[in-house]
């Protein structure tokens, strides 16, 4: 502020508002050459400060003016700015969270797939805060992170975050896509299945495609059972945290839910709900005891489409979507940017390419290149069914987040019913290793417990675990070639750049 002061007093002859005009440009127009302040944005309601400027040739008085946060130096942070009517320019969030200032927290939930990513990104551009995984705050330790990214109940997440949410949203994706981004961001880490392995694949993130051949593996192994998980995983938000079982959807007792939270040490026989609760069973309905400490529960106050936030004509809504929900509570809508450019912003994200890669950026493979039998296909439409039918009717037909629900749930149905009937009508030819029937399946189901019998494996689960090591190992040994490569490669690039003189 002192170099703005000393700049104004300079110019004599120019009136204020003038001279503030255009040094906030030149800032604007000139970010490379001071980045530190033009990394700033630039709020409509920044406090003012007085600042001592030259308002004649022959008298020296304070002026109130007003100065952004552009030009605060107590409060310098990598905002998105306004550039006024409508227009905006984005910025990257501030990724140390000071740990004195009380957000209102949100959680980001949904079925593994990658595309929360496309939600909390939104978040951060729209506040310029970041977004914490669950897994980091369990691993690395909690801190002030306003948005948190979370898989919790299913298999792949962990209530990591304690007692710090204060709301949901739940994102939603086609459940047939859904599918072949989870298993592509499991091949991105390595198939690894604790933090720290996880955490040494980071950078291969949505970099490229996985072979075929191991999606194809993955999928006969599990995507059956995802199915069921991709509908238990809608329920339990929309009901609050409502503990049932994934298989039968029926209410469990907390005993057989805590087993089903740990998927990795029991098989699937062992977490029958016949077994483990009975059949017979009365359970009155129970709570995951996690929701208790959101300070609006689990259930999500809004349901948000990520594949709407990439659509042309929908994505700006979307956007809104968001910024309103970010609106609710002052204490995180005292830092959202000004209405006037949410278009923009989502512009920047979507039509402009700006921040973190997503699943969108993912080269290779298009969606069509990848199969599903008709029997996976029937069962993804069945679980579709249950949950439009359940969510159609009375209590939630009258709740908004239930019919924003329905009405996605509806467009993907059509979606992977048009599919179905081409595979059917033999408009869509599979190859033979696409027709996988439950008997096949059963024969390699009980060929996988009998060489995991063998193997003794106490700890861990067949069920979840023996396709992925297999496909791990392979997943290691290409990281290995893949490693080397560069080095040799590089190795070459150094030569080239310093021959050495051989003499004979």
Not at 231 to 247: A, H, K, Q, S, V
Request: glycine share 6%.
């Amino acid at each position: 502020m002192n170099s703005i002061a000393s700049y104004i007093t300079a110019r004599k002859k120019r009136a204020v508002p003038l001279l503030l005009a255009i040094a906030i440009s030149a800032l604007i127009a000139g970010d490379q050459l001071i980045s530190p302040v033009i990394s700033q944005y630039l709020r409509k309601d920044s406090p003012y400060a007085t600042v001592e400027v030259v308002q004649t040739q022959t008298e020296t008085k304070g002026a109130k003016v007003h100065v952004p946060a552009t030009l605060d130096l107590q409060s310098q942070r990598t905002l998105s700015l306004n550039l006024g009517g409508g227009n905006c320019k984005w910025q990257p969030p501030v990724y140390t969270v000071p740990d004195d200032i009380d957000f209102y927290k949100t959680v980001i939930a949904g079925f593994p797939s990658g595309d929360k990513r496309m939600i909390f990104v939104q978040m951060e551009a729209l506040t310029s805060w970041p977004c914490k995984d669950e897994w980091d705050f369990e691993h690395i330790g909690m801190s002030n992170h306003p948005f948190i990214k979370a898989n919790y109940p299913h298999h792949e997440g962990i209530w990591g975050w304690g007692e710090v949410a204060d709301q949901v949203v739940m994102m939603i994706r086609n459940i047939r896509r859904s599918m072949v981004e989870y298993h592509d961001i499991l091949w991105d880490i390595g198939y690894a299945k604790t933090w720290e392995d996880a955490s040494l694949f980071l950078d291969n993130l949505y970099s490229e495609r996985p072979p075929m051949t191991d999606f194809l593996a993955w999928r006969d192994e599990r995507v059956m059972d995802e199915v069921y998980w991709y509908g238990w995983f809608i329920d339990y938000y929309m009901e609050g945290g409502l503990m049932r079982d994934m298989f039968t959807h029926k209410t469990t007792t907390k005993e057989h839910w805590d087993m089903l939270m740990m998927p990795t040490v029991y098989t699937r026989a062992e977490l029958d709900y016949d077994l483990v609760v009975g059949a017979d069973t009365v359970v009155d309905d129970a709570y995951d005891p996690n929701c208790a400490t959101i300070t609006e529960g689990c259930e999500p106050v809004a349901v948000i489409s990520a594949e709407n936030l990439r659509d042309y004509s929908r994505g700006p809504a979307e956007t809104a979507l968001i910024g309103n929900v970010l609106n609710r509570d002052s204490r995180i809508g005292e830092h959202v940017i000004e209405q006037e450019t949410w278009d923009c912003i989502w512009s920047e994200l979507i039509e402009n390419g700006k921040g973190l890669k997503t699943v969108y950026d993912r080269p290779g493979f298009v969606e069509s290149d990848y199969n599903f039998s008709a029997e996976m296909l029937q069962e993804m439409i069945k679980e579709l069914d249950r949950l439009i039918a359940k969510y159609g009717a009375s209590p939630w037909s009258s709740k908004t987040t239930a019919n924003k629900l329905v009405s996605l749930l509806s467009e993907h149905r059509v979606l992977i019913q048009e599919e179905l009937d081409d595979v059917l009508a033999g408009r869509r030819v599979l190859a033979e290793k696409d027709f996988l029937g439950p008997e096949e399946r059963e024969r390699l189901r009980k060929l996988a417990d009998n060489e995991a019998n063998e193997e003794d494996q106490k700890d861990y689960s067949r069920y979840f675990f023996e396709m992925d090591r297999k496909l791990l190992e392979i997943r290691r040994v290409e990281m290995r070639k893949s490693l080397y490569q560069k080095r040799k490669e590089a190795e070459e690039a150094a030569k080239k750049l310093d021959p050495v003189t051989v003499t004979t």
